[in-house]
C-alpha cells in the first residue's frame, strides 16, 4: 500500500478519529482503523466525486501488483491498489477503507493521476507498546475498546511499516486505561514493534545502516547523502577547526527540535530512556549535556562505573562533551528513526595542512556560528567523510575568501543556484521536511510547503539597493504598503519565458509535487506561470504567487505541476515594494487613492521611476523594499500625503461599551426601516445634553460665515430648529448633511449651517451619540406598510434594548421591548397576518410561504485566525464612509486590496468616561458574557376539570403528551417559528445550550422548526423534546436555534402526563402497546388532578385521569382500577346500520346482476353491473384508505361501517362489521359479498362521500330452498356454482329479511327459469383425480368459512368472487375482481382451500406415446424428472406465478400448510417463484418439491404464498419417471450408473414413451414407467451393462445380507495423510485441544462422496438393526441430507453416529439409517480425529478458558497440520492423530501451552476451578 504518499512521519504528533476497532485476542494487540484528516473531509469528498468518472476500464488481463486503480463497490468506484492477480479474479486493497477485496477485471478500471495525490483516508493502526497481560482481552476492556469508534483523540506515530503500511500509533488516553485496569502492560518500542510484525508475518526490520563511512559517529545513525555542488542552507553548530566545522541543515531544524523536546519528556518519566546504559564505543546512546538536555550521542568511552566521566559525542551539534555515566542511557528505536542531517565539513580552497590559531577560528565562528548561512557542498571526501563546502553570506559574500590565499570567483550558473537558496532564507527557518537527498524517494505533496525547495523569490539585481532609482511597472497591488513591481527590462525574457512555458506544459501530466517553487495554471486565463505555494488550508485549492508578477490566487491542486530545472535560470521578475510615508490613516482611503494615482500614469503612458528609499523584510521573511513612485512631475507619497490632508475630518464613533446579550434603554430618533433606526442611549442622555448645550453657545457666540461649504464636520439646524453636529454629505445638487447624534439625513439650506470652529476641538473630540440598531430576526424583505407602522410607534420613545448580536458594520441587532411586550414580536405578527390574509397559511404543522422572499437577516461566523467575522446583511449606510474610529473587537472596513485594517483606540472624553457605565470589555463578548435564564411558561391548564384532549406522545400509562384541541395558539407558534428557523445560527448559540434550555429545533421528519427543550447533550448532537407536541428527536448541533420572547410568551400547547394509581413495574411491553393502542391519537376525556416536577426532562408532569370506555376495557381485563369515572355503558352496543337503510326499495323489482359471491343457494351474493360506480368507489377507497389514520377498534361494534384492506391485493374496499376475534375483524365487503379477517391495524374509518353511495352488491336466497334443502345435493351445488360464474342473470326480488347474522338485509329472489331442475341436467366436472376427504358437506354447512371441505367443493363455497365471475364479462372492476386469487377470501381461508389437500392435477401424458422432453432433474435412473419441451405453458405458469408471489406472506397460511400440500414457493437462487409442493416442513422453513421441474429445495416460511384456482388445476409441466425394464426388487445399480446416466441425459433432447404409471410412495405422486431416446442411443439398452440381476430370491437376500454385513463387519479406509507430512485443512468440530476433527480443505472428492450419499439415501434399503461400530449412512436433521457415519452408541430407541467425513456426533431414529454402498465405504474420509502434540491427557488437563481460545482461533481458518504420530481411540474403533498446528503463522502447540495444567499444578489449584475434561 506504500504506493499511495502521505505515510505520516514517525515521531509526529497526530489527531484521530477512531472509525472500527478490532480486538486480535490470538496476539493481545489492539487493531485501529483511525481517520487523520478530519479537517480536511471536504478534500475527500471532492476527490470521491472526481474519480467517479473514470480513465477507462480494464480492458482483458490488466494491471499487476503494485499498481493504482478504481475499484467498483455497491455502485461507486474507490481507490485501490492492486494486490495479486490470480487469472480474471483480482486482490485488491480499498486505500480509503483501509481493506482488503476481491474482484473480477470487470470491476476495475484506471483513474487519473491526481486521484491518487491525497493519501488515504482510513489509516491502519496497531495501539502502540500495549499488550495484553494474558494475552487476551477481559470482556470489559472489549467494551470499553468497542465504545472508541467516533471518539477524537492525540496520539504519536511511533513507526509506519511497509509495504503493508501499517502505523503503530500511541495513543496515551488508551494505553493509561488500559495499564490502569491491570489488563496490560508497556513493553519497548523496538521489542513490541518486532513482535507487530512477527503478528503481520513480515520479516524483522534490521538497524538502519549508514550511507557514508562516518567512524566516529557510530553504526546505527542514518547520514543521507548529500548530491556534489548542491546549496543547502544551513546553521553551523561548531568550530573546533577549519577542518572540523559541523553544519545542520535548516530544513531540519524544527524536527530536531522536536526531537530533542521528545527525548526530555521521555528522559523525565523514564519511557523512552532505557535504563540499561550502552556497553560499547560508538553505540548510539541518549547522554543528558551539561545544560541539562537529553540528546542523541554516540559513546566515545568505555563506561567504567556510574560515577565515571565518560566522553561523548553529540551527533546533531556535532559537539564532544565529558558526562556523567549515569547520565548515559541507551536509545530508544524511535529516536533513531530520525536522520543525522548535521555534517561535518571543511572550507574548501583553504588549505588544512596547517593548524588553525585560536584568532583564526574565533574569527569564523563569529562569521558562522548561529546564524543562517548557504552553503555549497561542493564534494564528498570519503577517506574521511567530510564534506567540502563554501559558505556564503546572505550578501552573496563567500566566507571562504577570508582564509584563502587566493579568492576564487563565484560562476554565474552557481550565483543563479545560490540565490534560489539565499532568498529568504528566513522563509525555510521553520521547515521540517525532506531536502534534496541522494534517494529514490517520490514524496508526497504535503501542507508543509517550506520543507521543500527554498524559495525563488526575488531577482538578485545589482540595481536594487538603497538610493537606486530604477524604471519599473506595477504588476499587482494589494495595497499601498504591499504592492509587486517589474522592471521596464524584464519584458523580452519574460516573454520568452512564458511562451516556453506554455509550450512545456501543455503536455506535462500531474505528478506529486516534491517542492514549494512549482508551476501552476492561472484560472483566470488558464495559462502557466511559475509560481510558489504560499498557504494550503487542507483543501483542494491551494494559494500560490506567481513570482513573476507578484499576484496571490488559490488554484485547485490538479493544476499545479513540478517545475522543470531550466526555468529556473531566470530570476524571478517582480520584487515586493511597500510605499514610502504612507499617511496612518483610512486604508480604504488611501488604497482607492493609490490605485487612482497608478491607473492614471499607466493611462497617460507616463514613466514610473522606483526609488528604493530602505529595504526591510515583512511578516513573511520576504524582502521588503521599501520605495517612492515618481514621474517626472509627481510622486505617489506627495499625493496620497496631499490628499489625506485636504480629507474631510470625520467624528469617530464607540462601541459604548455595549456586549451581546446585555439590556440598555435606549431612545429611538429616527427610523429608515426595521432593520436601521438609530437612538440614545439613556446612560448618554447626560452628555447628550451638554454637547446640545456647548453647541448653542458656540452658535450664539459664532457669525455666519460667506466661506463656502466643504464635506466635513459642521454644525446643523435640525427640524426641530436646535442645532446638533453634522456631516455634509453632498454639496451639489443639493446641501445634505447628516445629523450624527440623530441618524437622520436632511437636505438644508447654506444658512443652517456653520463651520466648527477652531476653539470647539472638545465637542469635535466626542465620539457619535446615535447608536446604529436593526431589530432581531425579522426578514430582510419587510412590507412598507411595516416600516411606516414602526417608525410611528417607536420615533421619541424610550425602549429597553436586548442586545441579540452585533453585526460587521457596527450595527446592533436587538430585540426591542416596551415593557413586558416585544416590539419585534409585533413585527412578526404583522408579517404573519399578511401572510394569512394572502392566503399563504397551510394546516397542521403550518409553514409560511410568502410572495417576498423570507430572506432572514442571516448572521454567519467563521473563526479564522481567532477573530470573528459576522456576515454583512444588507447593503452599508450613505454616511458609513464617516465613521473611521471603531473599536477593533467588532468593527473591520470592507478592505478592497485584500489588506487587514489598522485600527486604531477609540479616544473618548473625560466627560464620556464618566457617564459610561463602568465595565470592562472582553474581547470575545459571545463567549465571555454570562448566559441569561430563559424557561417557557407552565402550561394552562384547570385542575380537576374534565376536557377533551388529544395524546400526541404516548410511551406508557406513566409517561405520555396531552394536546390542547384548540389549536389556534399553536397554529401561531408554529407559523412563527419557520419565520425564527430561517435564520442562521447565532455564534456560538449551540455551544451554549445545556440540559433544560429552550430552543427552536429542526425536525427531520417533516423539515419544519417547533419549539424544543434539551434533555441531553450528546457528541456533536442534542436529545430535546418538542413541548407542544411531546415526541422526543435527536438533532444535530446546527439545527437548533434561539427563541425570541414572543415564542417564550406561548405557553405550551402540550403537556407531560401520567395515568393516576398505576404502576407500570408491573407489566410487560406487550400492556404499553396495548395502552398505546387504546388511547394514541384521538381525542379523549382528560381530568388534571396533580402537577410534580420530571426531574429527567426538567419540565411539569400532570398526574391524570381519562375516562374512555376503551381503556376503561383494557385497564378491567389487566384488573387495574382506573381512578377514572365508572363507565356504565354497553360496550357491545348494537349500532345502526349506515347502508341498506331503505331494504324495501328493491322488493318486486327485476335486475341483471353477477353472481359475485356464492357459498350456496341459499345464500349468494349479487353485483349490480355498474362498472363506472365501482370503479369510482374504489378510487375514493383507495385515497381514504391510504391517508387516514388506523380506527380505534373499541368504536366499531357489529354493524359499523368501515374501510378494510383486502390481503389477496392489498387494496382498501368497503365493508361492514361482523364480529370481531382478538386482534382481527371478521367483515364483509358490501361491494362483493365475500368475508374475510382483517388485523385491526389494517381497517380505517369511512369517509362521508363513502358512506353516501348504497352498497353495489346485496345478499340473496333463492324462492324454496329451505323446503328443497333435502334435495340440493352436493353435486346440485356444485352445478349452481357453475351455473352462476361469469354470467349476467336476471333476478326478480320477491321479499326481504334481516341477516341476523352479517346484519345486512337478505333477499329471496327468484330467476327466470327453474333452477333445480337446470342443474340436475347440468353435467358437472370430474374431480377424481383428486382426493376426497373424509368430510361430507351439507347444505347447511356450506356457509361455514373453515369447514374441512373436498377441493372439489371449497372453490364453490369460499370463493366469493372468482376470476372467472368477473375477469370476461366485467373488463372495468376493480383489481380486487379480477385477482387470481381468491377474491376478498382471509388469509385463513385460503390455507384451507389450498393447504391441507394434494390438488395438483396429474401430468397430461398418455401411455404408448411419445413425448420430448428434457431432463430437468436427474438423480439415477429409478428417480428423475422430465419436462415438456414445448414451454409455451410453463412459460404462462411461470409469469402468472410471479403476480401471485406479489401478494403479502400471510402467517396463517404458512401455519396450515403440510406435507403434500401445494403453495407457490420463492426460489432463491433465481429469486422467481414456482409451484411447488410440501415435503416436510419445520419452525423456520419448508422442504418443497418443484412440481414443473423436479428440484427439491429448503425455503424460509415466509417465502411461500397460496395459489388460485387456475394455478392449481394447470397440468404439471413435469413428471417423476423411472427406467422402464429394471425392477428394484429384482435387482441392483452398479455404483457407476449414477454418473454415467446423468451426463448421458444432461441438456439433451430426449423422447420419452411412459408404458405405465406408479405412484412414489416418498411423495406420493404419479412415477412413470419409461422408455428413453436420447439422439440414436436408446437409453433403457445402454444402461443395462450397469444392471445387475438377482437370479433367484436367494440372490437378493444374500446380497442384503452381504450389504449389511459389510456395513457392520467392515471399516472405512484410513484417511490419506502420512507420518510427518503436512496438510492443509479446515477444524470442522472442536471439542477441546485432545479431541477435534479436521477436514482437507481441498472440497472436490467431498462434493462427489456427499452427491452419491444423497442418491444412495433415497434407494438403498433400512436396517432393521444397527450396533455400536456399524457403518451406515445417516440423515442429518439440521440439513436433511443423507452422510457417512459410525454407530458410536445405541439406546432402545435411537444412535448416536459420528459423520466420518466432519466429526461432529447427532442422535437419529433406525428409520433415519440406510445400507452403506460399496462404493460409499471404498471412499477415503475426508476428515480424521487429531489431537494436540505434546500434551499427555494422563498426566494434566487443559484450562476452560483455553478451549474457549482453542476454538476460537482454529474455528474458519486453513490450518497447516503436521502428523506426528498416530494411535486408536479408546472408546470410537478410529484412528487419532496427534498433530503440530500452525495457523496464520502462529504456532498454535507453543501458544496452547499457558493453558495446559500438569497433574501437580492441578491439585495445588482451588477445587472449585473446572477444566475442558470435566466439561
Not at 705 to 728: E, F, L, T
Request: proline share 6%.
Amino acid at each position: 500500500m506504500c504506493s499511495v504518499p502521505g505515510v505520516p512521519t514517525p515521531g509526529s504528533e497526530v489527531s484521530v478519529i477512531v472509525t472500527r476497532v478490532n480486538v486480535n485476542r490470538s496476539c493481545g494487540l489492539v487493531e485501529l482503523w483511525v481517520s487523520m484528516s478530519n479537517d480536511i473531509q471536504h478534500v475527500y469528498a471532492q476527490m470521491q466525486e472526481e474519480i467517479q468518472l473514470p480513465k477507462r476500464s480494464f480492458c482483458g488481463p490488466e494491471g499487476k501488483p503494485g499498481d493504482l486503480c478504481l475499484v467498483n463497490v455497491d455502485e461507486k468506484w474507490h481507490r485501490a491498489r492492486i494486490v495479486s492477480v490470480h487469472g480474471e479474479k483480482y486482490e485488491v486493497f480499498l486505500i480509503d477503507r483501509a481493506q482488503p477485496h476481491g474482484v473480477t477485471g470487470e470491476a476495475l478500471a484506471w483513474g487519473k493521476d491526481e486521484c491518487f495525490i491525497l493519501p488515504p483516508e482510513i489509516e491502519s493502526c496497531v495501539l502502540a507498546n500495549v499488550l495484553s497481560v494474558e494475552n487476551d482481552w477481559p470482556e470489559r476492556v472489549a467494551n470499553f475498546l468497542r465504545s472508541l469508534p467516533g471518539k477524537e483523540f492525540e496520539g504519536l506515530v511511533q513507526h509506519a511499516l511497509m509495504p503493508d503500511r501499517t502505523i503503530l500509533l500511541d495513543v496515551p488516553t488508551i494505553s493509561k486505561h488500559l495499564c490502569k485496569e491491570g489488563v496490560a502492560k508497556k513493553i519497548p518500542g523496538s521489542e513490541f514493534k518486532n513482535l507487530v510484525l512477527k503478528c503481520l508475518n513480515l520479516p524483522e526490520e534490521d538497524e538502519p545502516m549508514r550511507t557514508s563511512n562516518q567512524p566516529e559517529h557510530g553504526d546505527h545513525y542514518l547520514y543521507p547523502e548529500l548530491l556534489a555542488n548542491t546549496f543547502e542552507s544551513i546553521t553551523v553548530t561548531e568550530v573546533t577547526d577549519q577542518g572540523k566545522i559541523f553544519c545542520e541543515l535548516v530544513i531540519f531544524s524544527n524536527a530536531i527540535k522536536i526531537l530533542t523536546e521528545k527525548m526530555n519528556e521521555a528522559g523525565k518519566d523514564k519511557s523512552g530512556i532505557d535504563d540499561l546504559p550502552p556497553q560499547s564505543i560508538g553505540t548510539p546512546c541518549a547522554a543528558k549535556g551539561v545544560d541539562g538536555k537529553w540528546r542523541r550521542a554516540v559513546l566515545k568511552q568505555q563506561i567504567a562505573s556510574n560515577d565515571a566521566a565518560v566522553a561523548v559525542f553529540f551527533v546533531d551539534e556535532g559537539k564532544h562533551e565529558l558526562v556523567q555515566a549515569a547520565n548515559v542511557k541507551h536509545l530508544e528505536r524511535r529516536f533513531l528513526q530520525m536522520p543525522v542531517v548535521t555534517y561535518r565539513c571543511c572550507l574548501d580552497g583553504v588549505r588544512r595542512e596547517k593548524e588553525w590559531t585560536k584568532d583564526e577560528i574565533d574569527h569564523l565562528k563569529s562569521l558562522t556560528m548561529n546564524q543562517n548561512v548557504v552553503a555549497r557542498f561542493e564534494r564528498h571526501v570519503l577517506p574521511e567523510d567530510i564534506y567540502s563546502v563554501s559558505l556564503y553570506t546572505t550578501n552573496a559574500t563567500c566566507i571562504n575568501n577570508f582564509f584563502m590565499e587566493k579568492d576564487v570567483e563565484m560562476s554565474e550558473d552557481a550565483k543563479q543556484m545560490f540565490a534560489h537558496k539565499l532568498i529568504l532564507n528566513g522563509a525555510t527557518h521553520e521547515a521540517s521536511g525532506p531536502s534534496i537527498f541522494h534517494q529514490n524517494v517520490e514524496h508526497p505533496f504535503t501542507p508543509n510547503y517550506g520543507s521543500h525547495l527554498s524559495s525563488l523569490e526575488m531577482p538578485l539585481c545589482d540595481s536594487l539597493t538603497v538610493g537606486a532609482s530604477v524604471g519599473v511597472k506595477i504588476s499587482s497591488i494589494d495595497s499601498p504598503s504591499k504592492f509587486w513591481c517589474q522592471t521596464s527590462q524584464c519584458d523580452t525574457k519574460l516573454e520568452v519565458l512564458m511562451k516556453d512555458l506554455q509550450a512545456h506544459y501543455a503536455s506535462v501530466h500531474p505528478k506529486p509535487l516534491v517542492e514549494s517553487i512549482c508551476v501552476a495554471r492561472n484560472p483566470d486565463n488558464n495559462m502557466w506561470y511559475r509560481a510558489k505555494v504560499i498557504a494550503n488550508q487542507e483543501s483542494p485549492d491551494v494559494e500560490v504567487r506567481f513570482i513573476d508578477y507578484g499576484q496571490t490566487k488559490k488554484v485547485p491542486l490538479r493544476e499545479l505541476r513540478p517545475i522543470d530545472p531550466a526555468f529556473l535560470r531566470l530570476d524571478a521578475q517582480a520584487f515586493q515594494c511597500s510605499l514610502f510615508n504612507l499617511p496612518a490613516t483610512d486604508v480604504n482611503y488611501t488604497s482607492k487613492e493609490f490605485h487612482k494615482f497608478v491607473d492614471s500614469c499607466t493611462a497617460q503612458n507616463a514613466g514610473l521611476k522606483c526609488v528604493i528609499k530602505s529595504v526591510e523584510s515583512d511578516e513573511e521573511g520576504l524582502l521588503l523594499n521599501v520605495v517612492d513612485l515618481q514621474t517626472q512631475s509627481e510622486s505617489a507619497s506627495q499625493v496620497l500625503a496631499e490628499k489625506v490632508a485636504t480629507r474631510p475630518k470625520t467624528y469617530k464613533r464607540s462601541s459604548h461599551n455595549i456586549v451581546v446579550d446585555s439590556r440598555e434603554k435606549i431612545s429611538i430618533s429616527h427610523t429608515k426601516t426595521v432593520h436601521k433606526f438609530y437612538g440614545q442611549l439613556e446612560t448618554n442622555l447626560p452628555l447628550f445634553q451638554r454637547v446640545q448645550s456647548d453647541i448653542e453657545k458656540l452658535v450664539t457666540d459664532s457669525v455666519p460665515s460667506d466661506c463656502p461649504i466643504a464635506k466635513g464636520m459642521c454644525i446643523a439646524r435640525y427640524s426641530d430648529s436646535n442645532w446638533h453636529r453634522g456631516q455634509v454629505l453632498e454639496i451639489s445638487p443639493d446641501l445634505k448633511v447628516h445629523f450624527v447624534d440623530i441618524g437622520k439625513t436632511l437636505a438644508l439650506n447654506k444658512s443652517d449651517i456653520r463651520p466648527f470652529p477652531c476653539e470647539a476641538n472638545a465637542v469635535r473630540a466626542i465620539p457619535i451619540l446615535a447608536v446604529r440598531m436593526g431589530l432581531f430576526n425579522i426578514p430582510e424583505e419587510v412590507p412598507q406598510e411595516v416600516n411606516e407602522w414602526f417608525a410611528e410607534n417607536v420615533v421619541g420613545h424610550t425602549f429597553t434594548m436586548h442586545v441579540m448580536e452585533k453585526r460587521q458594520n457596527g450595527r446592533l441587532m436587538v430585540e426591542l421591548y416596551d415593557g413586558s411586550k416585544s416590539l419585534n414580536a409585533q413585527v412578526r405578527e404583522k408579517l404573519v397576518n399578511i401572510g394569512v390574509e394572502n392566503g399563504q397559511r397551510c394546516n397542521g404543522k403550518t409553514t409560511l410561504v410568502s410572495n417576498m422572499e423570507v430572506d432572514i437577516c442571516q448572521s454567519e461566523v467563521a473563526q479564522q485566525n481567532g477573530s470573528q467575522k459576522l456576515a454583512t446583511s444588507g447593503g452599508n449606510d450613505v454616511e458609513d464612509w464617516i465613521l473611521v474610529d471603531i473599536q477593533p473587537q467588532y468593527a473591520t472596513v470592507e478592505k478592497e486590496s485584500q489588506e487587514k485594517i489598522t485600527e486604531t483606540n477609540t479616544e473618548q472624553t473625560n466627560a464620556m468616561e464618566v457617564d459610561a457605565r463602568k465595565k470592562t470589555l472582553p474581547t470575545n463578548p459571545i463567549l465571555t458574557t454570562p448566559k441569561q435564564v430563559k424557561m417557557y411558561k407552565k402550561p394552562i391548564v384547570s385542575f380537576n376539570k374534565t376536557q377533551e384532549l388529544n395524546l400526541t406522545s404516548v410511551t406508557s400509562p406513566e409517561y405520555f403528551w396531552c394536546q390542547c384541541s384548540n389549536t389556534d395558539d399553536l397554529d401561531k407558534v408554529t407559523v412563527l417559528a419557520q419565520i425564527e428557523g430561517q435564520v442562521k445560527q447565532a455564534p456560538f448559540f449551540s455551544t451554549r445550550l445545556i440540559s433544560g434550555d429552550p430552543c427552536l429545533a429542526l425536525d427531520e421528519s417533516d423539515n419544519q422548526w417547533y419549539r424544543a427543550q434539551v434533555i441531553q447533550l450528546n457528541y456533536k448532537t442534542f436529545t430535546v423534546v418538542f413541548i407542544d407536541y411531546g415526541n422526543e428527536e435527536i438533532v444535530d448541533f446546527k439545527d437548533v436555534r434561539p427563541l425570541s420572547d414572543t415564542l417564550l410568551e406561548f405557553a405550551p400547547q402540550a403537556f407531560l402526563c401520567t395515568l393516576d394509581d398505576i404502576d407500570c413495574t408491573k407489566y410487560r411491553s406487550t400492556f404499553f402497546d396495548k395502552f398505546y393502542n387504546a388511547v394514541a391519537d384521538r381525542p379523549v376525556k382528560v381530568k388534571v388532578l396533580r402537577m410534580e416536577q420530571n426531574s429527567e426532562v426538567r419540565l411539569p408532569q400532570y398526574t391524570v385521569q381519562i375516562d374512555d370506555v376503551a381503556l376503561h376495557k383494557l385497564l378491567t381485563k389487566y384488573k387495574i382500577s382506573s381512578g377514572g369515572d365508572a363507565l356504565n355503558e354497553s360496550l357491545n352496543k348494537e349500532i345502526k346500520p349506515v347502508w341498506f337503510s331503505n331494504p324495501d326499495a328493491l322488493v318486486n323489482q327485476t335486475v341483471k346482476v353477477f353472481a359475485s359471491s356464492i357459498s350456496s343457494p341459499g345464500y349468494f351474493w349479487c353485483q349490480y353491473n355498474n362498472d363506472p360506480e365501482l370503479d369510482r368507489i374504489t378510487n375514493l377507497a383507495q385515497k381514504s384508505g391510504w391517508a387516514e389514520d388506523p380506527l380505534f377498534p373499541e368504536t366499531l361494534a357489529p354493524g359499523s361501517p368501515c374501510l378494510a384492506l383486502y390481503s389477496a391485493d392489498n387494496e382498501w374496499c368497503r365493508a361492514q362489521v361482523i364480529s370481531r376475534k382478538k386482534d382481527k375483524f371478521n367483515v364483509v365487503f358490501v361491494d362483493y359479498g365475500n368475508e374475510d379477517d382483517v388485523r385491526i391495524f389494517n381497517v380505517r374509518p369511512i369517509p362521508p362521500s363513502l358512506k353516501e353511495i348504497q352498497p353495489q352488491a346485496f345478499l340473496c336466497y333463492l324462492e324454496n330452498f329451505e323446503e328443497d334443502a333435502e334435495k340440493w345435493t352436493d353435486r346440485l351445488c356444485d352445478a349452481f356454482f357453475d351455473l352462476l360464474l361469469d354470467k349476467i342473470i336476471t333476478l326478480k326480488i320477491l321479499a326481504v329479511e334481516h341477516n341476523e347474522e352479517v346484519k345486512v338485509p337478505q333477499y329471496t329472489v327468484q330467476f327466470d327459469f327453474d333452477v333445480m331442475d337446470f342443474c340436475r341436467r347440468y353435467n358437472p366436472p370430474k374431480w377424481s383425480h383428486l382426493p376426497q376427504t373424509n368430510t361430507q358437506i351439507t347444505p347447511a354447512q356450506v356457509p361455514e368459512v373453515n369447514e374441512k371441505s373436498t377441493p372439489a367443493q371449497v372453490p364453490e363455497v369460499n370463493a366469493k368472487s372468482t376470476p372467472a365471475q368477473v375477469n370476461e364479462v366485467n373488463e372495468k372492476s376493480t383489481p380486487a375482481q379480477v385477482s387470481e386469487v381468491n377474491a376478498k377470501s382471509t388469509p385463513a381461508q385460503v390455507p384451507e382451500v389450498n393447504a391441507k389437500t394434494h390438488m395438483y392435477n396429474k401430468p397430461e401424458l398418455p401411455m404408448n406415446k411419445t413425448v420430448m422432453a428434457y431432463a430437468s432433474s436427474i438423480s439415477g435412473p429409478d428417480y428423475f424428472w422430465c419436462q415438456y419441451r414445448d414451454t409455451a405453458k410453463l412459460d404462462k405458469i411461470t409469469k402468472r406465478a410471479q403476480n401471485e408471489g406479489q401478494l403479502p406472506y400471510c402467517r396463517n397460511f404458512s401455519d396450515a400448510l403440510v406435507p403434500g400440500s401445494p403453495c407457490l414457493a420463492l426460489f432463491s437462487d433465481d429469486k422467481v417463484w414456482y409451484r411447488a409442493q410440501v415435503i416436510s416442513k419445520t419452525p423456520d422453513k419448508f422442504s418443497v418439491l418443484f412440481i414443473d421441474y423436479g428440484n427439491e429445495a429448503d425455503i424460509k416460511v415466509t417465502k411461500v404464498r397460496p395459489l388460485s384456482i387456475k394455478l392449481q388445476q394447470a397440468v404439471p409441466q413435469g413428471f417423476l419417471c423411472f427406467l422402464d425394464g429394471f425392477d428394484l426388487t429384482k435387482g441392483a445399480w452398479d455404483d457407476e450408473v449414477y454418473d454415467i446416466f446423468y451426463s448421458l441425459l444432461e441438456d439433451n433432447d430426449l423422447k420419452v414413451t411412459p408404458t405405465s404409471v406408479v405412484e412414489n410412495q416418498e411423495h406420493k405422486l404419479p412415477q412413470f414407467v419409461v422408455q428413453i431416446d436420447c439422439g440414436d442411443t436408446a437409453v433403457n439398452e445402454a444402461m443395462q451393462k450397469y444392471w445387475m440381476p438377482f437370479d433367484n430370491i436367494e440372490d437378493l437376500s444374500s446380497t442384503l445380507a452381504q450389504n449389511m454385513n459389510l456395513s457392520k463387519q467392515k471399516a472405512f479406509k484410513t484417511p490419506n495423510v502420512s507420518l510427518n507430512g503436512t496438510e492443509e485443512v479446515y477444524a470442522t468440530c472442536i471439542v477441546d485441544p485432545s479431541y477435534f476433527w479436521c477436514q482437507f480443505a481441498n472440497s472436490d472428492e467431498l462434493d462427489k462422496i456427499e452427491k452419491f450419499a444423497q442418491s444412495a439415501g433415497r434407494f438403498q434399503p433400512r436396517p432393521e438393526t444397527l450396533e455400536k461400530g456399524d457403518l451406515c449412512l445417516a440423515l442429518f436433521s439440521e440439513d436433511n441430507m443423507w452422510y457417512r457415519a459410525l454407530v458410536s452408541k445405541k439406546t432402545a430407541e435411537t444412535l448416536t453416529v459420528v459423520f466420518i467425513d466432519y466429526g461432529n456426533e447427532t442422535e437419529v431414529a433406525i428409520k433415519d439409517t440406510r445400507f452403506l454402498p460399496q462404493n460409499l465405504l471404498e471412499k477415503l474420509p475426508q476428515g480424521f480425529l487429531c489431537k494436540l502434540h505434546g500434551f499427555d491427557q494422563s498426566k494434566g488437563t487443559w484450562e476452560d478458558k483455553g478451549c474457549d481460545d482453542y476454538f476460537e482461533l482454529l474455528v474458519d481458518k486453513v490450518l497447516k497440520v503436521k502428523i506426528i504420530a498416530v494411535e486408536d481411540h479408546p472408546v470410537l474403533a478410529l484412528p487419532q492423530y496427534s498433530v503440530q498446528i500452525e495457523c496464520e503463522g502462529v504456532d498454535v502447540n507453543k501458544l496452547m501451552e499457558k493453558y495446559w495444567r500438569e497433574a501437580a499444578d492441578q491439585e495445588m489449584e482451588s477445587n472449585g476451578s473446572g477444566s475442558c475434561q470435566d466439561l
